[in-house]
């Protein structure tokens, strides 16, 4: 069951509209050698600007051919990026919003707020905003598999889940080899029937999950109850692994694919177009990490044939003129350019989205006032970017296509 959401930008004060009409009298009676005098339009404000630019819907129009916060690095980005196109806010209001994921079929986008424990869903046709789930079990990264089946990474419960067509859930992962899993965070499809996740320790916190059990790396004091505010009956978890990445075969099966040595605190994931090759972001430190954790990088490895990978390296350190734009989600376009959401933390201008080439090199930069989370390509023809960035959601359309379903 869904219930209708107002955007809170679309409620207007009784003050602010009798304000609104005291303006527009005050212009009309200075009469129009004002607007005579002025030379051309003034230049669209960016998310850099003083005051920065008002992305709501009462906001100043934002560009008139290219947006002043689509930043093409190289011009090849121009071949990607749309240019009678604007970033849009389509909704706003939520406490951290992540992993955002289009159904072609349904034609709606879903994504995770995850301390509000619900998944949301944007309707394509007429911008409507619902809740879809609720509880979500504190649900992150959300994906499409190639039969349409939507995937979901689950921190409360520490596992992976397929809700069918019919409407009932498959439990897909909640442990490997006989230890629970930490809080899986980003799950991607494979065209043999696998699903390839990352599974980190982020949703060991009071705000995205639940901490351990007291004792636990993330509860180690004792301090914290984690059965506060969860139903009776709630068993609280142990984080018992490092942060790995597995593989769930057709068969039912968990495989270890990537080890916490190779890749520290693995974050969002996608294969490129051809799935030769498998990204792997890794993120920050979490909550119970007892070695360095990540440091905001980009992994890529070859995918073999029997599943197996190899020529691991780092693909960027993600350091752009100076500032850490540190990655989360990651998706591929249909030409093998990686997009990367950035969390640049207090760095304006800077959290938004990178793209880079196959070859690792930056072309191309989206800013956002906002840290963002995670992206990925929908809309009818899958040449929109849906942003989902700490209190909103954004979206922009491009010149490409994303790669692969979800």
């Given amino acids: 069951m869904t219930r209708e959401i107002r955007d809170p930008e679309s409620v207007i004060s009784r003050r602010a509209l009798v304000q609104g009409l005291a303006i527009a009298a005050g212009a009309t009676a200075a009469g129009s050698s004002s607007a005579l005098a002025q030379s051309g339009p003034a230049a669209p404000p960016s998310t850099v600007t003083t005051p920065p630019r008002d ?83 504190n649900s992150n990264g959300n994906s499409f598999d190639f039969q349409g089946r939507q995937l979901s990474c689950e921190h409360l419960t520490r596992r992976v889940v397929r809700y069918e067509h019919d409407g009932t859930a498959t439990v897909l992962a909640d442990s490997y080899n006989g230890k629970k899993l930490n809080s899986p965070n980003d799950v991607a499809a494979h065209p043999d029937g696998s699903y390839w996740f990352t599974d980190p320790p982020y949703g060991g916190q009071l705000y995205e999950g639940e901490p351990d059990v007291a004792g636990g790396p993330s509860n180690a004091s004792g301090k914290l109850n984690p059965r506060i505010g969860q139903p009776a009956g709630f068993v609280p978890g142990k984080r018992e692994l490092p942060t790995n990445c597995y593989r769930i075969d057709p068969s039912g099966r968990v495989d270890l694919v990537v080890t916490e040595e190779q890749v520290p605190d693995p974050n969002g994931l996608c294969f490129s177009p051809d799935h030769k090759k498998l990204y792997i972001a890794s993120t920050g430190k979490g909550p119970g990490d007892t070695g360095p954790g990540g440091k905001g990088e980009i992994f890529v ?59 690792g090199k930056l072309i191309g930069r989206i800013r956002l006032p906002e840290v963002c989370g995670n992206i990925c390509f929908g809309g009818p023809k899958r040449n929109r970017l849906f942003m989902a960035a700490s209190q909103s959601l954004y979206a922009v359309y491009t010149a490409t296509q994303g790669a692969g379903p979800g």
């Fill in 55 to 137: 992305f709501s819907r009462r906001g100043a129009p934002t560009t008139y051919f290219w947006d002043p916060d689509i930043v093409a690095v190289d011009p090849a980005f121009n071949r990607l990026a749309q240019p009678n196109t604007a970033i849009k806010r389509l909704y706003t209001g939520l406490l951290w919003a992540e992993g955002p994921a289009w159904s072609s079929q349904g034609r709606y986008l879903l994504w995770s707020d995850i301390p509000k424990n619900r998944q949301m869903r944007w309707s394509e046709d007429d911008g409507h905003v619902s809740v879809f789930r609720a509880p979500s079990n």
């Fill in 301 to 359: 490895a070859d995918v073999g044939t029997d599943n197996k990978l190899s020529n691991f390296k780092r693909f960027s350190d993600c350091m752009v003129d100076g500032v850490k734009c540190g990655p989360d989600g990651l998706r591929c376009d249909v030409n093998g350019n990686l997009w990367a959401s950035s969390n640049a933390g207090r760095a304006v201008g800077y959290s938004g989205v990178t793209v880079w080439t196959p070859e």
